[in-house]
């Protein structure tokens, strides 16, 4: 089994900073696209940022010019700059391993709350 824990949410500001982290562990042989989600209330989940294990990044419109995503080892993580109340969410880091007996899932954390406030 595999399990991602993230941190690092929180209450800030409008035009603050804050930065998410998520940390893998479990049976992991490989991690390959690693990423975030958020979720707003009435909202359907959508992505904010990914990263492939190829270095290929994608973000949302919303998001480019004021979030990065990087990643360390088994972790990844989301430096959010000059947030707005709409990034109001909770935010899931999102992970594809490849296990220990080579089969490949998805996993999720269970979310950290950001909240931007006006």
């Known amino acids: 089994q595999v399990q991602l824990v993230e941190s690092g949410g929180g209450l800030v500001q409008a035009g603050g900073s804050l930065r998410l982290s998520c940390t893998a562990s479990?049976?992991?042989?490989?991690?390959?696209?690693m990423g975030w989600y958020r979720q707003a209330p009435g909202k359907q989940r959508e992505l904010v940022a990914e990263?492939?294990?190829?270095?290929v990044t994608n973000r949302a419109d919303s998001v480019k010019g004021r979030f990065a995503i990087s990643r360390g080892a088994n972790a990844v993580y989301l430096h959010m700059n000059n947030l707005e109340a709409e990034d109001t969410s909770v935010y899931y880091c999102?992970?594809?391993?490849?296990?220990?007996?080579?089969?490949?899932?998805?996993?999720w954390g269970r979310g950290t709350q950001v909240t931007v406030s006006a």
């Open positions: 999102y992970a594809r391993v490849v296990m220990g007996d080579l089969t490949t899932g998805d996993y």
């Open positions: 479990g049976s992991i042989l490989r991690l390959d696209t």
């Open positions: 990263l492939t294990k190829g270095g």
